[in-house]
Each structure stands twice: as C-alpha cells, then as structure tokens.
C-alpha cells in the first residue's frame, strides 16, 4: 500500500511580493519558508487555518521553464504536490494506468520528485514527491497560521469526464471519493486540503478557482485576484 497525502497547491507567478497582499493580508496566510537564491526558479510557502499550505513559485535568473509558463499564460495555478511513500511503486503505477512521467529528478536524495503533464493529467501538472527530512532542510510545518486565517479548502478543476476524474484522483492518487452536489470532491488522509471536480463534457479540463473558508467575510475580489491570475472563491 503507497501513502499518499496531498501536501501543497502552487502558484506560477513572476515574484513571491505578488502573492503577499492577498495571501497574508485577505486571507490571513503566515510565511513558512521557502528558498530564492537558486536558478532557474524560487519558492515560499503561507500556511492556513487547518494547517493548508499555498506555494508561490517564481523565476530566478533567464529562461526556465517558469518563464515559459508564465510566457504562455501569465501567472496562475501551476501544480499540486502529493508526497508519496514510495516514488518507485507509484511511477510504475502510473505507467500502468497509462501515464507518462514528464520529468524525474533522482539527483536529491531527501527530495526525488517526477512530474504528470497536464496535458495527461487533467490541465494541471502534478509533482510526485518521496521526501525524507533532512535536519537541514525546509520544514514548513514548524510555522503556525494565525487565529484568524482562512482555510484553504483547496482548487476546484473542471474535467469531461467522471470517469476520468475518478482515474487520475482517485484510482491514480488514492483519493477517496465523496460527492457535494454534482461535483466530485477527493479527500487524502492526514491532508487539510481535497480536490474538487466540476465535470463538463464541453469544458477544458484544468484549474478553475481555489476554495476557502473563514469564519467571517473575506474581501475577496469577484475576478481573478490581481497579480495572481487566478480566483479565489470563499465556500
């Protein structure tokens, strides 16, 4: 049996400074780290209510794959981090459902990672993590959020189909399934954060806003949130 948990949501933008208006200063989001020094591309995290972490990350240095991304797009939603028990047994999982891995990385060994492309995985890229803790090494969850922080619920997709929701996060991922209305929601044991699913027939599948939740009214903006191409709905 391979332990998965989803860890994180990611943000592509050109500067973690874009990201601090709203996630700290609307949605009440504490920093818990991250590293910027290092080409081709930076992080930092900001940690929720409930213990839901949001990465931003951002290029250091010319080219990279996030200038090419945000090249394409602009900012917005890039990938969910799952970290998993054992990266070997779920890469030949993958390939056996049919998935190509898009990127491997062994070279860390405290952080091997590989990559789904989004054009298989749903319109979002997912990084597959086996992580083992070095006593170096980031540790976002010695951060703690503030009392008054949302809750991040997590991102809300659009798929065609049930069928292949239900391939990707559940029979792929592990996620177990509930429903809320007609949409689909998978859930991880020991993660704050699930995803949601909106299937459409006609819609392109991939990100369509992120969930949160507080116990009062945020001043969430109705649009995509300035700097960050991307929408935040409170549930």
Do not use: C
């Amino acid at each position: 049996m391979i332990e998965i948990k989803l860890d994180h949501l990611a943000l592509g933008l050109h500067s973690p400074g874009e990201a601090e208006p709203f996630l700290e200063g609307v949605l009440g989001g504490t920093k818990a780290g991250g590293a910027g020094d290092t080409p081709p591309f930076g992080f930092m995290q900001w940690v929720f209510a409930g213990g839901g972490r949001v990465e931003v990350i951002y290029p250091v240095g010319d080219g990279g794959f996030l200038q090419r991304f945000l090249g394409r797009g602009g900012p917005r939603v890039h990938h969910v981090t799952f970290k998993v028990s054992s990266l070997d047994a779920m890469l030949e999982r993958a390939q056996t459902l049919g998935y190509d891995i898009a990127s491997l990385d062994r070279s860390d060994p405290h952080w091997q990672e590989a990559f789904l492309h989004p054009k298989q995985a749903q319109g979002i890229v997912v990084q597959l993590v086996e992580h083992v803790a070095s006593p170096d090494g980031f540790d976002p969850a010695l951060a703690r959020p503030r009392a008054s922080a949302a809750r991040v619920v997590g991102p809300r997709l659009l798929a065609r189909s049930a069928e292949a929701a239900r391939r990707q996060w559940g029979e792929l991922m592990g996620g177990s399934e509930a429903r809320h209305g007609s949409a689909l929601v998978f859930a991880w044991p020991d993660s704050p954060l699930v995803i949601t699913v909106d299937i459409d027939v006609s819609a392109e599948p991939g990100p369509r806003h992120i969930e949160v939740t507080a116990g009062h009214r945020l001043a969430i903006p109705e649009g995509a949130v300035r700097g960050l191409g991307t929408r935040f709905v409170q549930v």
